[in-house]
């Protein structure tokens, strides 16, 4: 039997001599495109229960509004109408979006000629309209039999999507195993999204590794979603294919469409007065320093609706990052989290907010910054990954960042800690103190082992009274917000259920600012 895919079999032609034999030709050609790969391959596919490419579209874009380009395209020689992925656009919640699609049912969803210019193609529109791209990643990377062709195009490949890098959102999706430039290219966009059971990512797989390294590992040790989640390479793990859709839907509802944008206003002015969940920030703070309690249920309250989108929540966890709306207009969290390592800054918490603090500078989204943090991370092991130079990012970023930034600080605010949480002297535009901040260069208990060290020692049986003593001196006299306060370090200390309606006043109060920056060829940011 013939197979409907091939259009070049001759079998059941139409009469291309007549209009009606010209249409039913482009329906053949039509029905051909659909699902091109391998009869193998779409088996292997629907056995596991995974949606084909341009299904995966239709899942993105809101019903109908899905336009195909090239969807005819077909690599020189090719006696079939395929190639490893799909292209267009169409309306997501209403607004414009790109996206492509690799079809793993065509050699992998590897990269080939056509591949490569439908991609570019796909790229140079969205940057001429401006819009967001979405990209549904499945593929093997480099397609080995079409050699230089595929390399040389995943190169052509990486110059244009630069033209989108802070100018146009980019979201990646891993629907699948990526492998070499199927992750290299998602890893230079905005933010990745997997699923739990079918996300695998890595430059090199297992079958690779073993013959050439000796190391036998799986896939999901190498590059599983849970894993490179917590790497740091994945920004938000969905439990299916559906949810991660739901959840670049929403992630793009805090996007403007381009640099060139505003982020969408959602329900501006909702509760311009004070609430019983305003009310209950006055009792948030335990009165224990050491007692922890989720930043989150201060997220919750003091932005619209309790709507947060969290980012790489798997991510160091010890820092909270994500969007919110105050007002209605997006805004970027950055918030230190007491309930891990009581929420003390290193290097992965400080890379993942300096990427998060650019992600925001680049969209135009103002920062808010909720501080309690009791210092930055001592340790051999810190020191040995490269803290210094790696951590050094989180200040370069703050202080890049030209949109308005916005500091509120709850309780611990310590160091150099203090220093990089949105300070004013960093950068901030206003930085509120809650009476319940300790705003010092560390704790009373570190304080007390070097400055009263010699005393506490030479005191004898007197030396636990002595550090007693000077620990709460200095936790009622020295580690408060009176004296940033008072020599103007900080703008006010503020009563905890003001916080939400006070946000919405600065940020007002910012909506025109402009920063006149120093033109720079690039900016040297400790890498
Ligand atoms: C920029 C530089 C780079 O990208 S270098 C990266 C080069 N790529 C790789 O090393 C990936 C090698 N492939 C793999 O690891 C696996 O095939 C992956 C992609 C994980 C898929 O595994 P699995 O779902 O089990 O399918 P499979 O191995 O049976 O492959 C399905 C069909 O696709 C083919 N395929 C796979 N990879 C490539 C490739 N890179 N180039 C060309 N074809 C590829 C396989 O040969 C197989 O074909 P067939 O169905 O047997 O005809």
């Not at 805090?254 to 209950?280: A, C, K, W, Y």
């Not at 703070?285 to 309250?301: F, T």
């Not at 900080?490 to 916080?499: A, C, F, L, M, N």
């Amino acid at each position: 039997m013939a197979d409907v895919t091939d259009v070049s079999e001759k079998v059941d032609t139409p009469d291309l001599h007549t209009t009606a034999g010209k249409l039913a030709d482009l329906h053949r050609r039509l029905e051909a495109a659909k699902d091109p790969g391998s009869e193998r391959a779409r088996a292997r596919r629907d056995a596991k229960g995974l949606p084909s490419a341009r299904q995966r579209m239709h899942m993105l874009f809101d019903e109908g509004t899905f336009v195909e380009l090239d969807q005819l395209a077909k690599s020189p020689g090719d006696d079939k109408i395929k190639d490893g992925v799909v292209i267009g656009y169409g309306l997501v919640n209403g607004r414009k979006v790109a996206a492509f699609s690799h079809d793993q049912t065509v050699g992998a969803g590897t990269v080939g000629e056509m591949f490569g210019r439908k991609m570019v193609k796909l790229y140079d529109f969205a940057a001429t309209a401006g819009l967001p791209v979405v990209g549904i990643n499945d593929s093997g990377g480099a397609r080995i039999q079409d050699a230089a062709t595929s390399i040389a195009w995943y190169a052509e490949l990486g110059r244009h999507q630069d033209g989108l890098c802070g100018q146009v959102p980019q979201i990646s999706m891993i629907l699948g195993t990526c492998v070499g430039g199927a992750v290299y290219a998602p890893a230079n966009t905005d933010v990745l999204v997997g699923v739990e059971d079918n996300t695998y990512m890595f430059v090199t797989g297992p079958e690779v590794i073993r013959p050439t390294t000796g190391e036998t590992t799986s896939a999901e040790d190498l590059g599983g979603a849970v894993k490179q989640a917590t790497w740091g390479n994945l920004h938000h793990v969905a439990k299916d294919e559906q949810a991660a859709f739901d959840w670049v839907k929403r992630y793009l509802g805090f996007m403007p469409d381009s640099v060139h944008q505003r982020p969408p206003l959602v329900n501006p002015g909702i509760e311009p007065e004070l609430t019983d969940s305003d009310l209950s920030l006055e009792t948030i703070i335990p009165d224990a320093d050491n007692a922890g309690y989720d930043i989150h249920e201060v997220i919750l309250r003091v932005f619209d609706d309790g709507d947060f989108l969290e980012y790489a929540e798997l991510w160091a966890p010890n820092i909270v990052c994500g969007f919110a709306r105050s007002d209605g207009q997006s805004v970027g969290v950055v918030a230190n989290q007491p309930m891990h390592m009581a929420g003390t800054l290193d290097t992965q918490a400080s890379e993942k907010a300096a990427r998060f603090v650019r992600l925001c500078n680049s969209f135009n989204i103002p920062l808010v910054f909720l501080v309690d943090v009791p210092g930055i991370l001592p340790g051999v092991e810190e020191e040995k990954i490269g803290t210094i130079r790696r951590s050094g990012k989180f200040i370069f970023s703050y202080v890049e960042a030209a949109v308005p930034k916005v500091t509120i600080i709850l309780r611990k605010s310590y160091g150099g800690a203090w220093a990089v949480m949105g300070s004013k002297q960093l950068g901030a535009d206003f930085v509120f103190a809650w009476p319940t901040a300790r705003l010092a260069v560390m704790g009373a208990e570190g304080a007390a082992a070097i400055i009263k060290r010699r005393e506490i020692e030479e005191a004898g049986e007197n030396g636990p009274a002595i550090r007693q003593a000077f620990i709460d001196f200095y936790n009622q006299f020295m580690a408060t917000p009176w004296l940033a306060a008072e020599r103007g370090y900080i703008d006010g200390v503020i009563e905890p259920k003001d916080t939400r309606l006070l946000i919405r006043k600065c940020l007002r109060q910012l909506q025109d600012k402009e920063l006149q920056r120093v033109p720079r060829r690039t900016y040297l940011m400790p890498m």
